[in-house]
């Protein structure tokens, strides 16, 4: 069975601080990972990482996956409280049907 | 463009009742999905459309049916609702080109009593 699991599921921070997400996956026919971020609504799409090492970045936002040891990780720095929200992470599979296999989610809190 | 619209934003039903959750999405998209999200569980695929007229099952489609209406929009129907289905329901698509990222609606938030 195709699963994604993200940790920690909570997380309270300060502004300022760095923090980093996790997820790791087990998923037949592999094809990427993609960060969301789900503030009151709709998920927003953050990332999508297909190569092993290759991180990528949008402003504090960075994200990189190891497809050797099926994680990826999303690190935000200079934590803001517009960061609040819940990170989704999924996993792409099967090329024809692209369907997304979604982790549970990590709650951020960034207090001021 | 207003993307991905679903309707109604809420609903409350009773058990046993029907009721249909309408998707709509303008930006000439090919394939649809219809997810729902509990506390804790993630989002989980109910169904999808890979293209028009053609529809597939999810990981939890049971309780569900859908209509791929034509190439804009996008159905999800419960026959006979259960508090078991009381969840929040996100519609996507995506072009079945290029990034081939999902753009979701706003959700709809949906009580079973």
């Known amino acids: 069975e195709d699963k994604v699991v993200q940790s920690p599921l909570s997380l309270v921070v300060h502004e300022g601080d760095t923090v980093t997400l996790n997820c790791s996956y087990e998923?037949?026919?592999?094809?990427?990972l993609l960060w969301y971020k789900q503030e009151k609504k709709a998920p927003t799409f953050l990332f999508m990482l297909?190569?092993?090492?290759i991180e990528k970045k949008s402003g504090r936002l960075s994200s990189i996956l190891d497809k050797k040891e099926l994680f990826s990780i999303l690190n935000i720095t200079a934590t803001q409280t517009g960061d609040s929200a819940v990170y989704l992470c999924?996993?792409?599979?099967?090329?024809?049907?692209?369907?997304?296999?979604f982790g549970q989610g990590t709650r951020l809190t960034i207090n001021p | 463009n207003a993307g991905v619209t679903q309707t109604p934003k809420f609903q409350v039903l009773k058990t046993g009742q029907s009721m249909t959750l309408q998707c709509a999405q303008d930006?000439?998209?090919?394939?649809m999905y219809w997810y729902r999200q509990d506390p804790g569980m993630g989002l989980r695929l109910i169904y999808y459309?890979?293209?028009?007229?053609?529809?597939d099952k999810g990981e939890v489609p049971n309780g569900y049916n859908v209509s791929r209406l034509n190439k804009r929009e996008f159905s999800l129907r419960l026959e006979s609702a259960a508090p078991s289905q009381t969840s929040v329901y996100f519609c996507?698509?995506?072009?079945?080109?290029?990034?081939?990222?999902?753009?979701f609606g706003a959700g709809s938030r949906l009580t079973v009593l």
């Open positions: 930006m000439n998209h090919n394939s």
């Open positions: 459309s890979a293209s028009e007229g053609t529809t």
């Open positions: 297909t190569s092993s090492g």
């Open positions: 996507a698509s995506r072009t079945g080109t290029g990034a081939n990222v999902l753009t």
């Open positions: 999924a996993a792409k599979t099967e090329q024809g049907a692209q369907k997304l296999v």
């Open positions: 998923v037949t026919n592999f094809r990427s």
